[in-house]
């Protein structure tokens, strides 16, 4: 697969998940800065198709993209930014949350971006609790790989996947694009 077009669709702050065209959704979900608007920048090859931000928390809606006219991908907020309140993290969190429990908008698969340096968080682990409960297809992404040497690199991805045990874990970077044929190829498959 190839993605040829990406287009912005629409932003949602509710909880109207649902498009009437009833296509796939592919979910990004993950840390406040961890990358998730970077990566799928980096899938779909345009530097700014999704807004980036050097300070965290700037995704405060579900970012609908279409890819290829054939599914999409939902870039959502991130969760857990200090700097915002609790009312409205807590806020986020819900949303997050109701769209895996309760949307009638299943998404194919769920892909967790973590930055490789950090690993799994409280939160992380939180979500992933949920996602299994739920039955979701997830795949952790660890993200800016590139800042780690290549022997660091190795050993955090071993300890990232020993905790994931049956959840694949990827490497990769929004920065260099490494990983994105493997992760193209695991889009393939879901959608
Ligand atoms: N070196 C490096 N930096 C990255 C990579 N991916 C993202 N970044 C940087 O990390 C910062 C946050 O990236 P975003 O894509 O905005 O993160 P996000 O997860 O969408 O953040 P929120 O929208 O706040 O939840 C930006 O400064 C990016 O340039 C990567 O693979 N390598
Ligand atoms: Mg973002």
């Known amino acids: ?11 949602v702050i509710g909880d109207d998940y649902g498009l009437k065209d009833n296509l796939p959704h592919i979910a990004f979900f993950g840390r406040s800065n961890a990358g998730k608007s970077s990566v799928i920048n980096s ?7 999704v807004k980036t931000s050097k300070i965290p928390g700037k995704t405060r809606e579900a970012n609908f993209f279409r ?8 870039d959502f907020p991130g969760y857990g930014y200090a700097k915002h309140s609790i009312l409205e993290r807590n806020k986020m969190i819900k949303r997050i ?3 895996v ?13 973590i930055d490789a340096n950090v690993g799994l968080t409280a939160l992380d682990r939180d979500m992933i ?17 590139d800042k780690l040497a290549k022997s660091a ?13 049956d959840i694949p874990v990827l490497g990769y970077s929004a920065k260099t694009n490494e990983g994105k044929d493997e992760l193209t190829q695991k889009i393939a498959s879901f959608v």
Do not use: C
């Open 153 to 165: 690199a190795g050993k955090q991805l071993s300890s990232i996947k020993k905790e994931a045990r």
């Open 97 to 99: 949350f109701w769209y």
């Open 101 to 113: 429990e309760f949307s009638d908008a299943r998404p194919k698969a769920v892909f967790l971006i």
């Open 1 to 11: 697969m190839k993605i040829s077009k990406a287009e912005f669709i629409k932003g």
């Open 129 to 145: 609790k949920t996602l299994k409960a739920n039955k979701h297809q997830i795949v952790i992404i660890a993200n800016k790989i």
């Open 43 to 49: 899938l779909v090859g345009k530097k700014d198709l």
């Open 67 to 74: 890819i290829n006219n054939s599914f999409y991908f939902v």
